[in-house]
């Protein structure tokens, strides 16, 4: 119950914060559709509150990621969990009371998606249609035309805001077409709406009006043109706007597949199908009965003698050669156009076949998302999980940021995968279930490596490998301690020194180190090098006594004493059959072979380097007379 209340409450919080967001994110995409319609609250409430209906399946699978990798998180970074695992709880049984809830929260999304969204997807299709036909608020601005009043453009030097007159006026009346285009100039003006919304009650002080008076399209390049001047005092002109906001008929859209249930999908996937089948089989029996039979034009048909060789089957060739000079032209005009008309036929049965398609394509994409987005609460439970149980950082810091970067990842191949599935160029089957198939191994990789406690996550583990892969060295660093309980015996060190150089001039003799080794030795007759890794135990053992030393001299010899490799101067791999196939397979058993003929380059100068650093000690402890 600990687990779970901890979890529920942060799902709670962590849902609402994504919907949020993919709300603003929402809002931005429409802004254009919102500002300037004057549109009232109740129309902006409804609009938000079906927007947020439609993003509650997107918000549900971020939601449980979020809150699977703060809830282990926390657990992880409290001990708790090693406390669970130290008791004998096993990960996977810590892990059963949130996957029943993420289970019942897959349920849920389904049965939302089913149910819910598309009915406030429909609302919603209706509402941002009805925004784009109603007309904007009308907010005239300063020193520049404003034309959103159909068939006007109107040009304002100033406006007074308290007493709404409008002072400087100029305006551009098209209504009447181009060529008896009207021009306006008036000292001061009033803009109002009628009480019915339809209108708009124009009033015009001391000005003047100017109307063209030719309508015919060429005489607009003569140089004298009449036109009809008449100067007002006053003058109201109605102007026709609707700025009333009409909600269209929301049944417009009931073929959308977003709009459906599954049960009507489903159905409405049949239909298209047997209308697919229909229409193919119409085209089928037309191409058969009319395009496959070899016609001739009319005209050539009623020459007995065409007629005669075609039913004796002659070839078709010869027919036209045997035909007359004018019989050949009439011939290829009728097969040029006959083609022609075909053409455009087939190119207008594919346009509708292709709509079809895309249609049903559609249905069927609308269909797989419902259980797809429902199983990605599920797949992102198994993901967040883990993570925070392997990373052990709590907070909304380190879990928010691989929240965005996991669902990131998945909504580019759910997006890819849509794209192919809706252009056809993959199967819809395969571009809808892209992400589940991609990220569903993911989960089960995670929980098994976090059932484990495999550090995945670990970055030194990860360095100590790329510096093995490279060869980079790894340098001791001893510090002098402060503290010495036990001293150096430096007349048996002395004596462990000495031995200890005269083994590795030995061994670097014997080995040949500075020859180059034997490609099929290496990766078909390989043996163990028990002698290096004896000689490295006997260096550690005295680096490890050295280091009890009080001389600041020796203990700057031991930081530069090099750390033996004792395998990668051998063979690639620990594992006979791995080094043989590395071996048959040249490019990269050339490459392999270079490294170890590096490493075998290197332990010979670490062999000098440990040589020349024991000479050194011994002549440190020598001259400051230790063990005498």
Not at 29 to 37: A, R, W
Not at 183 to 196: F, H, K, P, W, Y
Not at 521 to 529: L, M, Y
Not at 579 to 607: E, H, K, S
Request: contains cysteine; hydrophobic residues 45%.
């Amino acid at each position: 119950m600990y687990i779970l209340k901890n979890y529920l409450l942060l799902f709670a919080g962590t849902f609402f914060i994504c919907l949020f967001i993919f709300i603003m994110q929402f809002m931005w995409m429409y802004i254009d559709e919102l500002v300037g319609k004057g549109l009232s609250w109740d129309i902006l409430f409804e609009f938000f509150f079906y927007a947020s209906l439609t993003l509650v399946p997107m918000s549900m699978p971020l939601a449980v990621l979020l809150a699977s990798l703060i809830t282990f998180g926390n657990m992880g970074e409290k001990l708790e969990l090693l406390s669970m695992k130290a008791a004998g709880v096993p990960l996977v049984r810590i892990l059963c009371p949130i996957f029943i809830v993420a289970s019942l929260v897959c349920v849920v999304s389904f049965v939302f998606q089913d149910k819910v969204q598309p009915r406030a997807t429909k609302q919603l299709a209706t509402l941002l249609w009805s925004m784009r036909q109603k007309s904007p608020e009308l907010d005239i601005p300063e020193g520049i035309f404003y034309s959103d009043i159909p068939g006007y453009s109107i040009f304002v030097q100033k406006k007074d805001t308290k007493t709404g007159m409008l002072h400087g006026v100029m305006i551009y009346s098209l209504t009447d077409g181009y060529q008896k285009m009207e021009i306006v100039l008036a000292d001061s003006a009033r803009l109002q709406g009628t009480e019915d919304q339809k209108h708009l009650k124009l009033t015009l002080y001391g000005g003047e009006r100017f109307r063209n008076m030719d309508s015919q399209t060429g005489n607009m390049l003569k140089a004298n043109i009449p036109y009809m001047r008449e100067t007002f005092l006053v003058e109201e002109d109605m102007i026709p706007f609707d700025a009333s906001f009409n909600m269209m008929d929301a049944n417009l859209f009931n073929g959308d597949a977003k709009t459906k249930e599954l049960v009507t999908i489903l159905s409405g996937i049949d239909s298209l199908n047997n209308v697919s089948d229909s229409i193919g089989h119409h085209y089928h029996k037309t191409v058969r009965n009319q395009y496959l039979k070899g016609t001739f034009p009319m005209e050539v048909k009623d020459s007995a003698d065409l007629t005669a060789r075609v039913l004796a089957q002659e070839p078709l060739d010869s027919t036209y050669h045997n035909l007359t000079a004018d019989k050949r032209k009439t011939v290829l005009r009728s097969a040029l156009s006959n083609a022609q008309s075909t053409k455009a036929e087939f190119e207008f049965r594919g346009m509708t076949t292709e709509n079809l398609n895309m249609t049903l394509r559609y249905h069927h994409m609308e269909a797989r998302k419902m259980f797809t987005n429902s199983l990605a609460c599920l797949i992102f439970f198994f993901i967040g999980a883990p993570l925070g149980a392997i990373i052990r950082k709590g907070g909304l810091g380190v879990p928010v940021v691989v929240s965005v970067l996991v669902f990131i990842f998945y909504y580019i191949v759910n997006a890819g995968g849509e794209k192919m599935a809706k252009s056809g160029e993959w199967a819809v089957w395969f571009g809808i279930w892209l992400s589940t198939m991609v990220l569903a191994p993911i989960g089960l990789f995670l929980v098994s490596k976090a059932n484990k406690d495999s550090v995945v996550f670990n970055l030194e583990g990860y360095q100590n490998f790329f510096k093995r892969l490279l060869g980079i060295r790894t340098k001791r660093k001893l510090n002098r301690k402060e503290i010495i309980i036990h001293e150096p015996d430096y007349p048996q060190l002395l004596l462990d020194i000495e031995t200890l150089t005269e083994d590795l001039r030995r061994y670097g003799n014997r080995k040949k180190l500075l020859k180059i080794p034997s490609y099929y030795a290496i990766f078909f007759r390989f043996h163990e090098d028990h002698t290096v890794k004896e000689l490295k135990e006997r260096v550690e053992a005295l680096v490890e006594q050295l280091h009890n030393s009080r001389d600041i001299a020796i203990i700057g010899a031991l930081n530069d004493m090099p750390i033996l490799y004792t395998e990668a101067h051998t063979r690639p791999f620990n594992t006979r059959r791995k080094n043989m196939l590395a071996g048959i397979c040249l490019p990269v058993g050339i490459l392999l072979w270079l490294r170890i003929w590096r490493f075998r380059l290197r332990l010979y100068q670490d062999i000098n380097q440990i040589q020349k650093l024991g000479q050194f000690i011994i002549d440190r402890i020598n001259k400051q007379e230790y063990g005498q």
